[in-house]
T-cell receptor, first 114, second 111 residues
Framework: DAGVTQSPTHLIKTRGQQVTLRCSPI?????VSWYQQVLGQGPQFIFQ???????GRGNFPDRFSARQFPNYSSELNVNALLLGDSALYLC?????????????FGSGTQLSVL | QKEVEQDPGPLSVPEGAIVSLNCTYS??????FMWYRQYSRKGPELLMY??SSGNKEDGRFTAQVDKSSKYISLFIRDSQPSDSATYLC???????????WGAGTKLIIKP
C-alpha cells in the first residue's frame, strides 16, 4: 500500500513569493495534518483537516492556509514567503475518527527561501 | 521553558549496546506518548505509541512512561548501525489533535 505522498520533494523560492505544497494521505485515511520542521528542531503543528473541515490550527500567521479536497488530499499554501519559512514541511495522515489516532508521515517537502 | 525537553546528543554507542533515550515534559495533561525515528531528509516514522503510564515492548524497542516524574524513555536492545537516526518523542492531551514534540536526539551506532 502506498504511504503518504508529498510533492514536490524540494522547492526553492525567493522572499515575497507564494508556494503550494501537496499531500495525498494513505488510502482510507480521512484526516491530514501539516507540520513545519526547522533544522535541528521538532515539528511544529500548523493545521489539521478532517472531512474538508479545519479541526485545529497551530500558532502560525495568516500567511499560512490549507484546504482538503473531497478525495482527502490536501494543499498547504504559504504567501509572502520569509527567510524564516525555510523548513521541512511534513504532511501526516490518520484515520480521522478520534483524538488518540496514530499519525503517519510523508517524507516532506524541503522549502528553501532565498 | 519548552513543554518537552530532549537532549539533542549526539549519542554514540557501539553496535550491540543497549540504548536509552529520554524526554521530560512539563504538562501533566499529556496522556499519549509516542516515539518516532527520523532518518536524514525523511519524515518521522512511528516506532512506539503508549497511553498513560507503564511499559510497552515491541521487538527490540521498549517504551516507558512515568507520569509521576513526567519522564518517558525509549530503550533499544541489540542496537544496529541501521538504528542510527534522530529519535523524536511526541505527546498530546486527549482533547487536542496537536502533537507536541521534543527536538530529537541524534543516535549513532558504531559498527
Amino acid at each position: 500500500d502506498a504511504g503518504v505522498t508529498q510533492s514536490p520533494t524540494h522547492l526553492i523560492k525567493t522572499r515575497g513569493q507564494q508556494v503550494t505544497l501537496r499531500c495525498s494521505p494513505i488510502s482510507g485515511h480521512k484526516s491530514v495534518s501539516w507540520y513545519q520542521q526547522v533544522l535541528g528542531q521538532g515539528p511544529q503543528f500548523i493545521f489539521q483537516y478532517y472531512e474538508k473541515e479545519e479541526r485545529g490550527r497551530g500558532n502560525f500567521p495568516d500567511r499560512f492556509s490549507a484546504r482538503q479536497f473531497p478525495n482527502y488530499s490536501s494543499e498547504l499554501n504559504v504567501n509572502a514567503l520569509l527567510l524564516g519559512d525555510s523548513a521541512l514541511y511534513l504532511c501526516a495522515s490518520s484515520l480521522g475518527g478520534t483524538t488518540n489516532e496514530k499519525l503517519f508521515f510523508g517524507s516532506g517537502t524541503q522549502l528553501s527561501v532565498l | 521553558q519548552k513543554e518537552v525537553e530532549q537532549d539533542p546528543g549526539p549519542l554514540s554507542v557501539p553496535e550491540g549496546a543497549i540504548v536509552s533515550l529520554n524526554c521530560t515534559y512539563s504538562n501533566s495533561a499529556f496522556q499519549y506518548f509516542m516515539w518516532y525515528r527520523q532518518y536524514s531528509r525523511k519524515g518521522p516514522e512511528l516506532l512506539m505509541y503508549t497511553y498513560s503510564s507503564g511499559n510497552k515492548e515491541d521487538g527490540r524497542f521498549t517504551a516507558q512512561v512515568d507520569k509521576s516524574s513526567k519522564y518517558i524513555s525509549l530503550f533499544i536492545r541489540d542496537s544496529q548501525p541501521s538504528d542510527s537516526a534522530t529519535y523524536l518523542c511526541a505527546m498530546k492531551v486527549d482533547s487536542n489533535y496537536q502533537l507536541i514534540w521534543g527536538a530529537g536526539t541524534k543516535l549513532i551506532i558504531k559498527p
